[in-house]
């Protein structure tokens, strides 16, 4: 009985000009903004969380002041909201778009819901780790990848809805008791601490620095991979697409080198802000927290 590995079928000679479509042009600017608002949000957000240090004072001049940061923390906010809302309408169109019912579109094979295959590959790669067993051949979704589209929503519904309740609070207060002003505040400050250490270390480690992504996976900025690296990181999906033709359908021109390096900038600009915030907050937590 042969293995997903061997069941996988080969790489087709196509030109090294020519990528596979993976994120399209929305799912690529709508990243895009994430990050610039996440960042922004962090930044402001954990300059006025750790007000106490000399780094977040240093790091709030830069912004013009503490009230000058509130102000880019909230305008940061409102991007970030639209963002969601925008995705959330995108998934209305993109299911009318394919026909299908909401139970097929939300548990389909191709979905961001977890399933059964999940928890295989989450076993799976577990022996992988501790070369008990092969690397599983990961789908068009790995497990990861859906905690973290998962994650947002999370943070939307937790750090969104408090951030709202602080933002406007005599609105809230119409309806719930002014002691929840104080509940929102802890609840939003330490869920966006949590948010802000999970993003950077983890996701960051998921995404570009992981052995065979370092130093850089650019391509939900390019949109494109090549068919090389489609086969070896998802190979079920690569076999799925040979088997329904679908492959050379989805092939479009790659980017050229100079593109690739303006994007590299950016993604280590954001890797670079990132890890830097981690350290100063792992500093304000150990030698200057109250």
């Known amino acids: 009985m042969t293995s997903p590995e061997e069941q996988t079928p080969p790489v087709m000679e196509i030109p090294e000009d020519r990528h596979y479509m993976r994120f399209s042009r929305l799912n690529r600017l709508l990243h895009v903004l ?13 300059s006025l969380k750790f007000s106490y240090t000399t780094w977040a004072a240093v790091m709030s001049r830069f912004f013009g002041g503490f009230e000058s940061a509130g102000y880019v923390h909230r305008f940061a906010a409102a991007v970030m909201i639209g ?7 995108d998934l209305f169109r993109r299911k009318k778009q394919d026909g299908v019912s909401w139970r097929g579109f939300i548990f389909g094979k191709n979905s961001m819901m977890f399933n059964k295959k999940d928890l295989q590959d989450l076993i799976a790669s577990v022996k992988w ?29 937790v750090i969104g809805s408090t951030g709202l309740t602080l933002w406007f609070p005599e609105l809230f207060t119409n309806v719930f008791p002014g002691w929840m002003i104080n509940v929102a505040s802890i609840i939003h400050s330490d869920e966006a601490l949590l948010a802000v250490g999970f993003i950077f270390t983890v996701h960051f480690f998921n995404t570009h620095l992981r052995p065979e992504k370092f130093p850089m996976d650019t391509v939900i900025f390019t949109g494109r991979m090549s068919v090389e690296e489609l086969a070896e990181d998802k ?13 050379e359908k989805n092939l479009v021109e790659a980017y050229p080198p100079i593109v690739i390096r303006a994007i590299r900038f950016f993604g280590w600009t954001a890797v670079a802000l990132g890890l830097g915030m981690v350290g100063l907050i792992i500093y304000g937590m150990v030698f200057a927290y109250r």
Do not use: C, Q
């Open 34 to 46: 994430m990050i610039v608002s996440f960042i922004s949000l962090a930044l402001t957000g954990m």
């Open 83 to 89: 963002v969601f809302i925008t995705h959330i309408v």
């Open 129 to 157: 780790f501790i070369g008990k067993g092969e690397r599983p051949p990961y789908s068009r979704w790995t497990y990861w990848e859906k905690f973290d589209y998962f994650a947002v929503f999370w943070g939307m519904m």
């Open 235 to 247: 190979p079920a999906e690569f076999a799925e697409l040979v088997e329904s033709g679908n492959l």
